[in-house]
């Protein structure tokens, strides 16, 4: 994508709705594009990894068509891509290889302290991005 682009963490929950429609309020300021971003990478764990790893690419790629059409007649360039990798990997490496201006994602609201165990997609990439990331809450009731 030749126009500049903000990454858009996309699993068709409520808080990656959410996200998303931040995202397109803030391309549409900016004049830029959206790359929508499904990150499913699964570790080997032998036969059964191959199928895995399909049905995640199909349920990303349903759910990435979901948020396509979310965007409606935005006027927005965008382009919605699966990737082979852990979501916050996937983001990383969008957000560099495509030179975007920043990473939008959902925060289902867990507590810091239960992402910095766990690892939450937020937490990682606010402390690896090179690039700004917005985190956008869950929506009230969620």
């Known amino acids: 994508m030749s126009t500049p682009t903000i990454v858009v963490g996309y699993d068709g929950s409520e808080c990656a709705r959410a996200a998303l429609a931040e995202a397109v309020r803030i391309a549409t300021e900016r004049r ?21 790893r399909q049905a995640l690419h199909a349920f990303g790629a349903a759910r990435l068509r979901e948020g396509m059409e979310q965007l409606g007649d935005s006027g927005i360039v965008a382009e919605s891509v699966c990737v082979d990798d852990r979501p916050a990997e996937a983001l990383l490496r969008l957000a560099d290889d495509r030179g975007a201006q920043m990473i939008v994602v959902g925060n289902h609201g867990e507590s810091p302290l239960v992402g910095a165990i766990l690892g939450s997609v937020p937490h990682k990439l606010l402390h690896r991005a090179r690039v700004p990331v917005l985190v956008v809450p869950a929506p009230e009731g969620s």
């Open 32 to 52: 830029t594009g959206l790359t929508l971003a499904f990150g499913y990478g699964v570790e080997p764990m032998g036969g059964e990894a191959s199928d895995h």
